[in-house]
């Protein structure tokens, strides 16, 4: 890459989310158009794009704190607040962040062009537009900012759900599904490009088609027609409603070995006071039947979630009956988090700030319990696992080392523990098998079964 002075580089720091990394992607592509090449380092680029994340207050302290943080290190640089927090406070963020040069929403991506020459031409701007059209959206993406081998692929944008604790269909609206052959012309690019891991990202992927006029869900359809696409590839569901959960799913999943058995079902929680107060329709019994024919059908299977501690009606009691949920039902990964009160969510007003404020002296150790549950359920899982042989996709080398760090089918990106693999000749991207030989905390240690070279 040139690093002459007059050529145009961007740099983006994108928080938050998969689908806030895959709008990203899409503003870089767009972007490119516009001359600007994308650079590693923010002391190198002349416009810097901080892609917010703004679901709930800690993750909106992080976004400030980053635009603060890049400000004050490169003053030369034009920067621009994009993404989540910037739709969803866009008013505020203009009259209290008078350091941005300016604020840009998420729903029509190819507006940061317009937005980027006006900012150029010394205009401050705040720009939040509406989604265009679905068949008229652009998502079009020529740089990922995943490890080789693998990608994100949005099939949907926003939710119908309306969990009463949830701001997302403040920020994104309601659901949106793209269009099937878009979905399915750009998995067969990835594959092209060699992507070997297809990460399906939404909201709830079995919401997909529901908003096309009949109600019901073209997930099934969808998938059917994804696996069969040529290539060496396989694909990753992340984030199905337990609520709405396809039951023919699993047997699919069973069937086609190019679907991971690798489930993400975020159930918030199990006791029915407090899902009843989120808006949702499940319990401890559904939600475990529910593990139940999972696992009687592909006991190879790994299942995520995330509990939510410290909603309406939480107590010591209610947290007790999460915590012998877990146990019972022995997720394999688990991420906690403590409620956050979103102003505008059905749920804002159902404490007073007082009352909120006494819940939450509670929930970092109610989060504690759990999560000192969870870790021994987590390290017993995984260990479970050792002895065997499983398919690990190479992501980065170790400097003067002889070994690598991948991903095994238990292991979805960023989220859950890593592989480190001793051997020499890896490739980034390629697929290696491998014998997991123990588990350092959430991680695997693994070696592969054959010393030469990989594809």
Known sequence: MSNTRDQKRLYIEHLGCAKNQVDAEVMLNVLAGEGYTSVEDASDADLILVNTCGFIESARKESIDTFFALKNAYPEAK?????????????ELSDELIEADAIFGNRDLQEIAQVVREVNRGKRVVLTPSYPHITDEVDKRSHLFNYPGSAYLKISEGCNHRCRYCAIPLI????????????????????????????????????????????????????????????????????????????????????????????????????????????????????????????????????????????????DETIASLISFL??????????????????????KDRTKKEYN??????????????????????????????????????????????????????????????????????????????????????FEAEAVDKGTYR
């Open 79 to 91: 920067i621009i607040l994009t993404g989540c927090l910037s739709q969803r406070y866009a008013k």
């Open 327 to 348: 146990q019972e039902g022995e997720i394999d990964w688990v991420g906690s988090f403590v409620y956050s009160l979103e102003e505008g969510t059905p749920a804002y």
């Open 172 to 315: 994104r609206g309601s659901l949106r599904s793209r269009p099937m052959d878009n979905i399915l012309s750009e998995a067969a690019t990835l594959i092209t490009q060699g992507v070997k891991e297809i990460n399906l990202i939404a909201q709830d992927l079995a919401a997909y088609g529901t908003d096309f006029g009949d109600n019901t869900s073209r997930f099934m359809e969808l998938l059917k027609k994804m696996v069969a696409l040529e290539g060496e590839f396989f694909i990753r569901l992340l984030y199905i409603h337990p609520d709405d959960f396809p039951p023919q799913l699993i047997d699919f999943v069973k069937e086609n070995p190019k679907v991971l058995p690798y489930f993400d079902i975020p159930f918030q929680h199990a006791h029915k006071d407090v899902l009843r107060s989120m808006g949702r329709k499940g319990d401890s019994e559904t939600y475990l039947s529910l593990i139940r024919s999972i696992r009687s059908r592909i006991p190879e299977a790994t299942i995520r979630s995330t509990v939510m501690v410290g909603f309406t009606h939480e107590s």
């Open 358 to 443: 006494s819940v939450m002296k509670k929930a970092s150790k109610w989060q504690k319990m759990v999560e000192e549950v969870q870790q021994h359920i987590t390290t017993t899982r995984l260990q479970s696992i050792v002895g065997t042989v499983q398919q690990v996709l190479i992501e980065e080398l170790v400097d003067q080392e002889d070994l690598a760090i991948g991903r095994t089918a238990q292991q979805a990106p960023e989220v859950d523990g890593l592989t480190v693999i001793r051997g020499k000749n890896f490739i980034p991207g390629s697929l290696v098998e491998c014998v997991i030989t123990q588990v350092n905390g959430i991680d």
